[in-house]
């Protein structure tokens, strides 16, 4: 079952801060967050593991309650080169835990 | 390294027809898997693999095989193509089975008429 992301789209103005959710019905193991420009692949930024760890970009924060099985992340001070979709993809507890399972995307579009 | 390779770009088929788009990787990575991307679904993961000779399918695996004969390579194949299947694929992969970053390819570009 996909995880669900929210908003599905934000627009912002250069410098300004957005946050993205995601939010699972399952126990999770991580949290992954991935960007895709237009046209492209999408690229890493930062997991987040069950038991507090964090691995990824150094400038791009984010935040993971495995009680509630929720992951934000956190742009702050937004670039142009932010702009992109986001996607989260959710690794579940227990059972077969080799499914790397993706929301649907926020679009984020940062103007000047 | 090259990362992850696909092959091919682009590709049109028609209704019926067979193909095998190929995924390598040189990064000796355990996991690799297949996505289908369509417009406002986001990624679905289709088949997976955990390492040579082992697969397992994932939320979208009708339509399409897979094999895992090495390490480095992971093809997927349409068996008798549907316009439903038009789709850009991304293959993946990770060093490990669980809790590590993911590398894509570029992605195949598939229209099926």
């Known amino acids: 079952q996909q995880p669900v992301q929210s908003p599905q789209a934000v627009i912002l103005r250069e410098g300004e801060d957005a946050v993205i959710n995601c939010s699972s019905s399952?126990?999770?193991?991580?949290v992954h967050w991935y960007r895709q420009k237009h046209g492209e692949a999408p690229v890493f930024l930062m997991i987040l593991l069950k038991g507090g760890e964090q691995k990824g970009h150094d400038k791009i924060s984010a935040s993971f309650n495995e009680k509630k099985q929720q992951s934000s992340l956190y742009l702050t001070a937004s670039q142009l080169s932010y702009s992109g979709t986001y996607f989260c993809g959710t690794e579940s507890s227990g059972g077969s835990n080799y499914k790397l399972t993706f929301g649907k995307g926020t679009l984020l579009t940062v103007n000047p | 390294n090259a990362g992850v390779t696909q092959t091919p770009k682009f590709q049109v088929l028609k209704t019926g027809q067979s193909m095998t788009l190929q995924c390598a990787q040189d990064m000796n990575h355990e996991y690799m898997s297949w996505y289908r991307q369509d417009p406002g679904m986001g990624l679905r993961l289709i088949h997976y693999?955990?390492?040579?000779?082992?697969?397992d399918q994932g939320e979208v695996p009708n339509g399409y095989n897979v094999s895992r004969s090495t390490t480095e390579d992971f093809p997927l194949r349409l068996l008798s193509a549907a316009p439903s299947q038009t789709s850009v694929y991304f293959c993946?992969?990770?060093?490990?089975?669980?809790?590590?970053?993911?590398?894509f390819g570029p992605g195949t570009r598939l229209t099926v008429l």
């Open positions: 993946a992969s990770s060093y490990r089975t669980i809790g590590d970053e993911q590398f």
């Open positions: 693999s955990v390492g040579a000779g082992i697969t």
């Open positions: 399952k126990a999770l193991y991580s």
